[in-house]
């Protein structure tokens, strides 16, 4: 699939995403979509491994991810003052507290490259302009997508995170939905209104 090839990027190669990892479900595509927000908003729904980037006209850009655990740690509102290529890496004190053994070796951080567990891009995600820690970022485990993962926030295909990342604002709102809320405004008001009324 020509958008999920090896690409040239700042002088790496990021290697092609294998064909048995892009099931229908995790392909990114435009799809309607009915969040009471504006254009450039991204809406990130853990509970269902989804991101949108809304578009105009309900609709919007559908991107599979995955779940760390971090990434069920944080729901709400918050902004993306910027967003880094090929950032560095560095643990959390967190991380090193609960594993020391797996990460100690990291502490000092991982600089940016094909193997650094942020891949391509990170997206920085701020509310009241304080860190949030949280991310939107790549990986270089690319059969993690659409599942949870061990660790990391919210994750992408590399090539999903580099193009999501040229479509994004500085400013961009991000909201976070909780698990309660996976699944929200994939159906069109007016269906879902219907179908409340049949079912009463």
């Known amino acids: 699939m020509a958008m999920y090839a090896a690409v040239e990027d700042n002088g790496r190669t990021v290697p092609a995403i294998d064909p048995q990892y892009l099931t229908e479900e995790k392909v990114r595509q435009e799809v309607d979509y009915y969040a009471p927000y504006k254009a450039g908003t991204i809406i990130v ?76 891009r990170a997206l920085y995600l701020y509310r009241n302009g304080r860190d949030t820690l949280y991310r939107i970022h790549g990986t270089p485990s690319p059969w993690t997508v659409g599942h949870n993962a061990s660790s990391g926030c919210i994750r992408m295909f590399n090539q999903d995170v580099i193009h999501l990342a040229e479509e994004v604002e500085t400013g961009a709102q991000v909201v976070v939905l909780d698990r309660s809320e996976s699944g929200k405004w994939t159906s069109a008001p007016d269906v879902v209104a219907e179908a409340s009324t049949s079912s009463e």
């Open 45 to 120: 729904d853990p509970g269902a491994k989804r991101l949108y980037h809304l578009g105009e006209g309900d609709r919007a850009m559908r991107y599979a991810v995955a779940v760390g655990e971090a990434g069920y740690g944080f729901s709400g509102k918050a902004t993306v003052p910027f967003t880094r290529e090929w950032p560095n890496w560095t643990p959390t004190r967190n991380m090193l507290r609960r594993e020391p053994e797996k990460y100690e070796e990291f502490a000092a951080g991982v600089p940016g490259g094909l193997d650094n567990p942020l891949g391509a």
